[in-house]
């Protein structure tokens, strides 16, 4: 034993004392080289990415716990109901995201994320103690309430995670490790729908509203931890973000980029809400009772966040990479089109039972979320990489909360005027053709601005660097 290690002495030119801290240096190059080369991770980063993931694992976890209650609740009559539901759902989302606004002109970042974590585990706390006491018809009401305010937080608590990582990664890091942060989040919600799966049935509403509420209070150690550092690398003091409530409309208004952006985001919801309605329908006819529909929908989320797992672990970094973020961002309305091409054929076909169309749009919703929460969402959110800050705090969240249940409500409506699954196909097709070349077009503007910016720091740093000589 002692000559083995004389001789590794000797190999690595080190004798005695001399030799301190050079096996833990040779396993950390080697470890560096595997992140940097494999994972695209780099030294530094580490910490702040893994923080970031678990806030994320987090948020999904909770909301994938209560997502199988609102789908449910939400076919609790008809679906004439649901799109009712979700033009009141747009309008409150409005309101909570300029209310927003007016907390992040107020407090800095750390603060205005502890308040909306708060507020929505409160609201949580609320309702636990309030469904007992209501009699089987004011249910029916709390539950279209529920659905309401779930539909609004659930957008509202994604769209603050992705301004607050675009603020502390930049566009580079953006493009390498949102993929990887979005598995945390991928693997959250498994857990969370793979749980409400096993135990809907079991343990009650109650207790997953209360384990729900514990995950969105749990995300703040880690929100304060990506915040400290992010600003102990750069020197930055705690800020408020400043200006108005209605700053966010504003700036919304004004930007062709955020606009571009937004007419994305409503794509995304109109083809979203398409396969929602097809896929809810079925169910709703499949099953009366409340626990057996949570189950199914919870059995759905299941097997569509397993996809997504597979394609954010071994897809989406690569595919930025090779193609770019405009091609990257096209998968989706290919997908989209390829769909619903499926099912329109499927409907032609003679001999097709209700059972094989419902297993078709199971496996078509997954696909297209698993391709939304994998491929598109990363990719889209590297588009806020390139705003300021008060964009990323006030606009995006109008148009990941607002626009987006916008679309839902523009989706929800095409499905009555359109007959039948090919009525879909062709209602699909003009909107995938536009989709795809907003694609192109938001690419090339998002590099125009991260070159512009380029530009402006490298001016800076070169002012600063004559004034340092003279």
Same mark, same amino acid.
């Given at each position: ?54 806030? $994320? ?7 994938? *716990? ?46 205005? &994320? ?7 585990? %409160?609201?949580?706390? &609320? ?36 301004? $607050? ?7 580079? #890091?953006?493009?390498?490790?949102? %993929? ?93 809400? *398409? ?9 709703? @006819?499949? #099953?009366? !009772?409340?626990?057996?529909? &949570? ?57 097709? !039972? ?30 806020? @990489? ?16 607002? &626009? ?42 998002? #590099? ?8 402006? @720091? ?13």
């Amino acid at each position: 034993m002692a000559g083995s290690i004389v001789a590794a002495r000797r190999e690595f030119g080190c004798n005695g004392r001399d030799c301190r801290g050079v096996w833990p240096r040779v396993n950390h190059e080697h470890a560096a080289s595997f992140s940097d080369r494999w994972l695209r991770v780099r030294p530094g980063e580490w910490k702040s990415l893994l923080a970031s993931a678990a806030y $994320f694992a987090l948020v999904l976890f909770g909301y994938f *716990l209560l997502r199988p209650i609102r789908e449910a609740m939400g076919v609790a009559r008809s679906m004439d109901d649901l799109r009712w539901l979700f033009v009141v759902t747009c309008v409150a989302s409005l309101a909570a995201a300029v209310a927003f606004g007016g907390i992040v002109s107020r407090l800095d970042r750390a603060r205005f &994320i502890w308040v909306g974590h708060l507020v929505v585990a %409160a609201c949580l706390l &609320i309702l636990i103690v309030a469904r007992p006491s209501v009699d089987d018809a004011s249910k029916v009401t709390l539950g279209y309430v529920f659905y309401v305010w779930l539909s609004v937080v659930n957008l509202f608590l994604t769209s603050i995670f992705w301004a $607050f990582m675009a603020d502390v990664w930049t566009l580079e #890091q953006g493009k390498r490790l949102f %993929a990887m942060i979005a598995v945390g989040g991928t693997l959250g919600a498994l857990g969370g729908s793979a749980l409400a799966w096993r135990v809907a049935e079991v343990i009650g509403v109650s207790w997953q509203l209360a384990l729900a509420a514990a995950c969105f209070l749990l995300t703040m150690p880690f929100v304060r931890a990506i915040d400290r550092r992010e600003r102990s690398v750069h020197a930055a003091p705690a800020r408020r973000v400043g200006g108005h409530w209605i700053d966010g409309v504003r700036l919304l208004v004004r930007s062709p980029y955020l606009l571009g952006t937004a007419l994305y985001v409503v794509l995304i919801a109109v083809s979203a809400t *398409l396969l929602y309605f097809t896929r809810a329908d079925l169910v709703a @006819n499949a #099953q009366s !009772e409340l626990e057996a529909r &949570i189950s199914i929908f919870a059995q759905m989320d299941a097997w569509t966040q397993a996809a997504t797992l597979v394609v954010q672990l071994f897809v989406t970094g690569r595919l930025i990479r090779r193609v770019g973020v405009g091609v990257t961002l096209m998968v989706l309305p290919a997908v989209t089109l390829a769909g619903f091409a499926v099912l329109a054929w499927m409907e032609s076909r003679e001999g097709i !039972e209700g059972w094989q169309i419902l297993g078709a749009v199971t496996a078509i919703s997954a696909i297209h979320s698993a391709t939304r929460y994998a491929v598109a969402r990363p990719t889209r959110e590297t588009l806020f @990489n390139v705003v300021r800050e008060d964009e990323k705090y006030k606009a995006k969240p109008i148009i990941d909360v607002f &626009i987006f249940r916008g679309g839902d409500v523009a989706g929800a409506w095409m499905t009555g005027m359109v007959a039948g699954l090919w009525g879909m196909f062709m209602l699909a097709l003009p909107l995938a053709a536009a989709w795809g070349g907003l694609c192109v077009l938001l690419a090339a503007a998002q #590099q125009r601005r991260a070159d512009a910016r380029d530009r402006s @720091n490298g001016s800076h740093a070169a002012a600063a660097a004559e004034g340092a000589t003279t």
